[in-house]
């Protein structure tokens, strides 16, 4: 059985695309552009494609299987993290709450930075899930 996975650099490379594209809407007042990355990650979501992760991957120097893998359904989790912080981003921006869109869509940039400092904020949020569900499955 062999683990689904994704190559680091189309993850980072998504990654990057969010902070890029939230700190570009804050400078710009173009709200809009959050709808970018949302786009993207409803895509990858829904249709397994993410146009990003596509793009990026045409780059790839090396094999897909010589980079450093990442969890597949790992990065599902974050990635639905992230699309339902920008769809909140978004739909705040859209009915004038500039503040709570500004709150929204700096959560996942935040935590899409410093995933690419080297902590993933949706693995330990998922492990510690995991682990409660596990409490709750030995005390029943």
Same mark, same amino acid.
């Given at each position: 059985? &062999?683990?689904? !996975?994704?190559?680091?650099?189309?993850?980072?490379?998504?990654?990057?695309?969010?902070?890029?594209?939230?700190? !570009?809407?804050? @400078?710009? *007042?173009?709200?809009?552009?959050?709808?970018?990355?949302?786009?993207? +990650?409803? &895509?990858? @979501?829904?249709?397994? =494609?993410?146009?990003?992760?596509? @793009?990026?991957? /045409?780059?790839?120097?090396?094999?897909?299987?010589?980079?450093?893998?990442?969890?597949?359904?790992?990065?599902?989790?974050?990635? =639905?993290?992230?699309?339902? %912080? /920008?769809?909140?981003? /978004?739909? !705040?921006?859209?009915?004038?709450?500039? *503040?709570? *869109?500004?709150?929204?869509?700096?959560?996942?940039?935040?935590?899409? =930075?410093?995933?690419?400092? *080297?902590? %993933?904020? +949706?693995? =330990? @949020?998922?492990?510690?899930?995991?682990?409660?569900? &596990?409490?709750?499955?030995? &005390?029943?």
């Amino acid at each position: 059985m &062999s683990v689904k !996975s994704i190559p680091q650099p189309l993850v980072r490379t998504n990654q990057w695309f969010i902070v890029i594209s939230v700190v !570009s809407a804050w @400078i710009t *007042g173009f709200e809009w552009i959050v709808a970018l990355p949302l786009a993207a +990650g409803l &895509s990858g @979501i829904l249709f397994g =494609f993410n146009p990003v992760m596509r @793009i990026a991957k /045409l780059f790839l120097q090396k094999p897909s299987s010589a980079y450093i893998p990442e969890d597949w359904e790992q990065q599902q989790f974050n990635q =639905f993290i992230a699309v339902a %912080c /920008l769809t909140g981003g /978004l739909l !705040s921006y859209l009915t004038g709450f500039m *503040g709570l *869109g500004h709150f929204f869509t700096g959560m996942v940039a935040l935590a899409a =930075f410093i995933a690419i400092l *080297g902590f %993933c904020v +949706g693995c =330990f @949020i998922r492990f510690q899930l995991g682990k409660l569900r &596990s409490r709750r499955a030995t &005390s029943n």
